[in-house]
């Protein structure tokens, strides 16, 4: 018998099933006295409780599979870590960010003297943080998963902790350009 053609049966007698009850106590049938449940056969107990109910549709797979606990063995290893998992928490501002969740906009040169960042002599980032906001970075500013390590004319650097535990390599640098055409030669 074909899916589609046992898919139909097996509702027509879930129908029917639900329709006799109905038809026992139609007007002018006789009440009949009600039965104890019959006794299942041994061997058989708690077999049912196991098997879905008659009236759920399963997909046509039919099938859905239970982790238990274990992680997928589909999804890289290498992935970064997620907001709500590991050991920190994220902080508000740049400090909250993955590297992987800020675009360089634009680099500024400063001659030192100003206030904040630009208290500096060099090179300061401009970056579009996850917010939608601007930030001002120069070395040392921390990030969620990493640290700037340095920042040039048409370039920021990146020390990025890798999260994979199989790796022997626990950091990584990586750099964001101001021009694609200088990334995609990398």
Known sequence: MRNGAMKHALLALVAL??????AAQAPGAAAAPAEAPA????????TDAARPPLDVELEAG????????????????????AADR???????????FLIQEVALKGIV??????????QKRGYIAIMLGADGKS?????????YDGLITAVD????????EVTDPLSPA???????????????RQ
């Open 170 to 184: 626990k950091t990584r640098e990586v750099r964001k350009s101001l021009y694609a055409s200088e990334e995609a």
């Open 39 to 46: 006794e299942a056969a041994p061997g058989t107990a708690g």
């Open 153 to 160: 004319a048409t370039s920021v650097t990146f020390r990025q």
């Open 135 to 143: 930030y001002f970075v120069t070395t040392g500013q921390r990030l």
């Open 109 to 118: 040169k400063t001659t030192g003297g100003g206030t904040g960042v630009a």
């Open 62 to 81: 039919g099938y859905s599979y239970n982790s238990a606990g274990r992680r997928d063995p589909f999804v890289s290893l290498q992935r970064p870590v």
């Open 17 to 22: 099933a639900l329709a006799l009850p109905a």
């Open 86 to 96: 590991g050991p920190k928490t994220r902080k508000p501002g740049m400090e909250g």
